[in-house]
């Protein structure tokens, strides 16, 4: 049947069986819009406040639910807001399809009004991306998108489409969704054997767990895996929830902020297992002192990572789930009792500690872990507070902590909270923020009240950036340059002016009472937590020393 390409853009979202997308209209995109109208019982449309906010929105969407998260914008400005967005995506190996409208395509090149190239300025933050410009393309074009952001290591694709091509008319006819298989053809048997000979020569065996385990969704698996090894087990910030924080194998996080009995532990081990996780900066601290007494062995389905920050001995390319599926079976049970016993030493030896008094982040996580029997879906910001909800509240499942782990960016966590309540509309969401952050992206409170979402906001306000502060202390002997946000905004008053419910809490008491009332409401909720701009993230590694040389407050007295 003859279709328009604006009908052929909602029909491609229709096969892929797409429920929901985030965006913000304009000119160049309104014959997208129009049929979007004409088809709201079958797409919800959640209008943002911000183009950014509907990339995030779209990015805590896809992370939450597993599906590919779209987010829609107009040409120029509102192309360039969803950069931020997509970049974050890419770097946390995130499905989504962002469609932009651009201006027509006899006025591309002509420094036309709100026109951007905007296909050549996501090209380096996008798995791929598209510019259509014959109708006759379009539908391939954006089912190739969907593929492409599904396959193998997941990642964001752009698909740019000009006004006169959503306008023109040709020949559409419905396709089933391409099935997208597990990464398996690149995994050998002489792979499998190496790795199976060097997991069951080890000593003093460590589990390295990243994101690439919760994109993979293969916690059973590495369940398994971990049972049969006997092994202790860390994660990356990505890598939370791939395996049970509650777990007595269970070490905690690796790197600048992980624990001391991580940290020491990997830099004694024999033989370091990673598992989807690509060995970022943070982790490693200085690469070249890295796990130096271990042989490393790497699972990851992109060889691009291999060797890429840290020289292994041996690898094992493919999709997680499918590598443990065919590894297990391989091993025979291993016991490692002496070692696990040292590291349970050290795990009563190196507790996570706080203030036994006052309200502080540390506090104010484990309230919410108790409150909600750690089951809510987490969301964060960046900073102090994204550091305390990673070591504080205790992931049990995957898909659970949804944060900016690789591009760092401040501003993403009520946006992605939005995308991840509109897709789990049962589940608790819960965004941890600084008042930095929360400055950054409020106007989505908005958003949230028009949806009629039950996401509750937790402000950790100590009136400073707290994370930039905390170098400041340490390196840059406390010249607190443009840190301080000592002011007047009332983040309580802010967020009833848009609709939603303001809280302040300034003890653990305030604090337990109005959480507790939160959880019952069915409207967006925003509890502002003052705390002392002084408190600090421990343990902390300095930047390029050895994750050996971790160090807390007690350390540094």
């Known amino acids: 049947m003859q279709l328009t390409g604006a009908q052929i853009v909602i029909e491609c979202l229709k096969e892929q069986k797409v429920d929901t997308v985030f965006g913000y209209p304009g000119g160049s995109i309104l014959n997208v819009y129009d049929e979007l109208y004409k088809h709201s019982d079958e797409i919800r449309h959640v209008l943002t406040s911000h183009e950014q906010g509907a990339s995030h929105a779209a990015d805590g969407y896809a992370r939450s639910t597993g599906k590919v998260g779209v987010c829609l914008a107009t040409s120029g400005p509102g192309a360039t807001n969803l950069v931020t967005g997509i970049a974050t995506a890419q770097m946390d190996s995130v499905p989504m399809v962002a469609i932009t409208c651009n201006v027509t395509v006899p006025l591309l090149g002509k420094d036309s009004f709100q026109e951007v190239d905007i296909a050549g300025?996501?090209?380096?933050?996008?798995?791929?991306?598209?510019?259509?410009?014959?109708?006759n393309r379009l539908a391939d074009t954006i089912r190739r998108a969907f593929t492409i952001a599904r396959t193998g290591r997941p990642g964001p694709v752009l698909v740019d489409i000009p006004k006169d091509v959503t306008a023109a008319r040709t020949e559409y006819t419905y396709q089933e969704p391409t099935k997208v298989e597990r990464v398996?053809?690149?995994?050998?048997?002489?792979?499998?054997?190496?790795?199976?000979?060097?997991?069951?020569k080890a000593k003093k065996p460590y589990i390295f767990v990243g994101g690439g385990a919760v994109i993979s969704d293969a916690s059973e698996a590495l369940?398994?895996?971990?049972?049969?090894?006997?092994?202790?087990?860390?994660?990356?910030?990505?890598?939370?929830?791939a395996f049970d924080g509650t777990s007595e194998r269970y070490t905690g996080m690796l790197g600048?902020?992980?624990?001391?009995t991580s940290n020491l532990g990997v830099s004694e081990c024999d033989l370091l297992i990673a598992i989807g996780t690509r060995f970022s900066d943070r982790v490693l601290g200085n690469p070249n002192k890295f796990a130096?007494?271990?042989?490393?062995?790497?699972?990851?389905?992109?060889?691009?990572?291999?060797?890429?920050?840290?020289?292994?001995?041996?690898?094992?390319?493919?999709?997680?789930?499918?590598?443990?599926?065919?590894?297990?079976?391989?091993?025979?049970?291993?016991?490692?009792?002496?070692?696990?016993?040292?590291?349970?030493?050290?795990?009563?030896q190196y507790p996570a500690v706080?203030?036994?008094?006052?309200?502080?982040?540390?506090?104010?996580?484990?309230?919410?872990?108790?409150?909600?029997?750690?089951?809510?879906?987490?969301?964060?910001e960046v900073g102090q507070h994204q550091m305390w909800a990673a070591q504080y509240y205790q992931y049990k499942y995957p898909h659970r902590l949804l944060t900016s782990g690789g591009l760092g960016t401040m501003g993403y966590g009520l946006g992605a909270a939005i995308g991840a309540q509109v897709g789990n509309p049962h589940s608790q969401v819960i965004n941890i923020a600084g008042d930095g952050c929360f400055r950054m992206n409020m106007n989505e409170v908005a958003t949230a009240v028009r949806e009629e979402l039950p996401l509750i906001e937790v402000v950790i306000n100590n009136h400073v950036l707290g994370m930039v502060r905390q170098w400041q202390t340490l390196f840059y002997e406390k010249r607190y340059s443009s840190t301080v946000l000592n002011d007047s905004v009332d983040f309580v008053k802010l967020a009833e002016a848009m609709g939603a419910t303001g809280m302040r809490a300034t003890s653990r008491e305030e604090f337990q009472a109005a959480f507790a009332k939160a959880l019952t409401m069915k409207t967006p909720v925003v509890i502002d937590c003052v705390i002392?701009?002084?408190?600090?993230?421990?343990?902390?590694?300095?930047?390029?020393?050895?994750?050996?040389?971790?160090?807390?407050?007690?350390?540094m007295r």
């Open 121 to 135: 300025v996501t090209m380096p933050i996008t798995k791929h991306n598209f510019i259509v410009k014959d109708v």
């Open 256 to 260: 600048m902020h992980g624990t001391k």
């Open 223 to 241: 369940a398994e895996f971990v049972s049969l090894v006997d092994a202790p087990v860390c994660d990356t910030l990505m890598g939370k929830g």
């Open 184 to 200: 398996s053809s690149t995994i050998t048997r002489e792979a499998l054997d190496t790795a199976v000979d060097m997991i069951q």
């Open 532 to 555: 002392d701009c002084d408190d600090k993230v421990w343990p902390m590694v300095a930047p390029g020393t050895p994750i050996s040389e971790c160090f807390d407050e007690k350390d």
């Open 354 to 380: 706080y203030p036994a008094e006052g309200l502080s982040g540390p506090y104010i996580i484990e309230e919410i872990y108790r409150q909600t029997a750690g089951d809510a879906i987490m969301v964060t």
């Open 292 to 348: 130096k007494q271990a042989q490393v062995l790497q699972f990851d389905v992109d060889p691009a990572e291999i060797n890429k920050n840290v020289v292994v001995n041996a690898e094992v390319i493919g999709d997680i789930r499918e590598i443990l599926e065919r590894i297990n079976p391989m091993l025979s049970q291993m016991e490692h009792s002496e070692w696990n016993a040292h590291i349970d030493e050290m795990k009563q």
